[in-house]
């Protein structure tokens, strides 16, 4: 029998933010591997589908209270971690003396740590359209047209409709249980075929009903500018990482669903699982920051696949230990941990 707590979704959280450590440290290596598209093509929808599952308890507070909740658990550590990890470039690259600061701010929160600003984004979206439609079809329906209208922070791409989904999913999840084998096969097949069809480069494009620029951080070329040219004929693109996004997520989903038992393999991942938002900041800080723009460790020289398969899987799992580690000290002082991780862990 299943706890309340669902403790195969802990499981899959910490299979979720392995791949996401996987994937940052292939990236030191090749991110041209089939691996590396793997991970990509569902890992982030995964953590927004299973946010979104958890979504409807938030409607139970208050306004003020949600947005006070929600923003001292996402919103503050998203912002303290974005100066943290502004301060060296700042001090080595002088930024302060040779930048205007709204530029340099725009520069470093639209680059770190997104995951906590789309999700925060998700939330208030999603909760204040339920306040106003109440109906979840007219939730979908509206929320969509918002971002689509109010564009920001590439919002509009294809995160809130996977957030979305995942609070569908929990709506129908009694359904989804008893159907559980045909859905695990079927999503397989689709996230198998749709694999045939990706291209990395679909994870740089943010179509949309407006054009815009969007800052890029990059050591070599301080600051440079990309600009999006969003046109209708594009929407194919978050339609398609929908599709497979998805259905990679509900896969591993039902997966685990079905293959949970109380063993160590299990429990290991459950309890990484229960720590994934302060897992995901260090670990950015460590392998996607430090390792990559300050240390500038490259293995490029080692055969993609000795190095996929085996080499980057090695430093992840280190990586993970590491953050745990760190993240099991700091979470022993309560004052350091509501500094560092806002009320993520009370």
């Excluded at 030191?28 to 953590?47: A, D, E, Q, T, V």
């Excluded at 080595?92 to 639209?110: D, I, R, T």
């Excluded at 929908?242 to 063993?263: E, V």
């Amino acid at each position: 029998m299943e706890t309340k707590r669902l403790e195969y979704i802990d499981a899959l959280k910490g299979f979720a933010i392995f791949l996401v450590i996987l994937g940052h440290t292939i990236i030191l290596g090749h991110n041209g591997n089939f691996i590396y598209s793997i991970i990509y093509s569902f890992h982030m929808p995964l953590f927004f589908i299973i946010s979104g599952f958890f979504f409807k308890s938030s409607l139970k507070l208050k306004p003020k209270d949600f947005l006070l909740k929600k923003s001292f658990q996402l919103l503050y550590p998203w912002a303290l971690w974005c100066i943290i990890v502004c301060i060296y470039p700042c001090l080595k690259f002088h930024w302060l003396e040779n930048f205007n600061f709204l530029l340099l701010g725009a520069l470093v929160f639209n680059r770190w740590f997104w995951f906590l600003r789309d999700l925060w984004l998700c939330y208030v979206i999603v909760y204040f359209c339920y306040k106003i439609f109440k109906k979840g079809y007219l939730v979908a329906i509206f929320s969509m047209l918002f971002v689509f209208i109010v564009p920001f922070f590439k919002a509009e791409s294809f995160y809130l409709p996977v957030f979305l989904f995942g609070i569908l999913l929990k709506e129908i999840y009694s359904w989804v249980i008893n159907h559980r084998n045909k859905i695990l096969y079927i999503s397989f097949f689709v996230f198998v075929f749709c694999l045939f069809f990706w291209k990395d480069q679909y994870l740089l494009v943010f179509p949309s009903l407006f054009s815009a620029q969007s800052f890029n951080y990059d050591l070599s070329n301080l600051l440079s500018f990309q600009s999006f040219h969003y046109e209708l004929s594009d929407l194919y693109i978050p339609l398609f990482r929908c599709l497979i996004g998805i259905s990679g997520s509900l896969f591993f989903f039902t997966l685990f669903q079905k293959m949970y038992r109380a063993n160590v393999f299990y429990s290991y991942l459950n309890k990484r699982g229960q720590y994934t938002l302060g897992v995901y900041i260090l670990q950015t800080i460590m392998i996607e920051y430090m390792m990559n723009y300050v240390f500038f460790v490259s293995f490029q020289s080692i055969n993609k696949w000795i190095y996929g398969l085996i080499i980057a899987p090695v430093i992840s799992f280190v990586a993970l230990e590491i953050c745990t580690m760190i993240l099991s000290w700091i979470l022993k002082n309560k004052l350091l941990s509501q500094i560092l991780f806002g009320n993520s862990y009370k």
